[in-house]
């Protein structure tokens, strides 16, 4: 898999807000484990973290995540926000300041190298795919206990990332020239 890193780049953010944004991308289904994420957010917002946390997708458990939302009390804290564009992918990344991949299971997680390429650090729970990819604490945070979620997401946004460094690496490794070269040296 690749990414185009032209397209997925970073933006200079304008001014650093006190409100950290969390960012979130796939289908509305029990295995992508939005659930998890939204628990973990009501959890350190009740502890005093100002978080705002978008998710975009949808699918069957759209209603099931409104009601959680509902009945936590983080309406003004999390927002479903749809099916988007790859534009508007790329936009909601550019203005973010982490991403956070809950899924049960993943065989790879393209979002996460588009996030790294518009250089987010990123948070997966430990599957194969996310392995694959955050393969240094440089890069983000493979949870391998959904127990500790909450507390490794505390972890994982109190950490400073060296964002030019997490693209670097998804240029070197997932951009279109690397992945072509790493194709045409198994193919000779």
Do not use: W
């Not at 304008?14 to 939204?38: E, F, P, W, Y």
């Amino acid at each position: 898999n690749l990414v185009d890193t032209d397209f997925f780049s970073p933006k200079v953010k304008a001014n650093k807000t006190h409100t950290l944004k969390l960012v979130s991308i796939g289908n509305l289904t029990r295995n992508k484990n939005h659930g998890l994420l939204i628990d973990s957010v009501g959890e350190l917002i009740k502890s005093g973290f100002n978080i705002n946390l978008i998710i975009a997708g949808d699918g069957p458990d759209l209603n099931y995540l409104r009601k959680k939302i509902i009945a936590k009390n983080l309406n003004d804290h999390v927002s479903l926000v749809g099916v988007l564009s790859q534009l508007d992918v790329r936009d909601l990344l550019q203005c973010s300041d982490y991403f956070v991949l809950p899924s049960i299971n993943e065989t790879f997680g393209v979002v996460l190298i588009e996030a790294m390429s518009c250089g987010l650090p990123v948070m997966a729970l430990n599957s194969e795919g996310p392995k694959s990819i955050i393969t240094s604490k440089d890069h983000g945070v493979i949870v391998c206990n959904v127990n500790e979620f909450t507390s490794e997401l505390k972890d994982f946004i109190n950490t400073n990332f060296n964002s030019l460094h997490i693209r670097e690496y998804v240029v070197r490794n997932f951009s279109m020239f690397s992945i072509s070269k790493q194709l045409n040296e198994i193919y000779n």
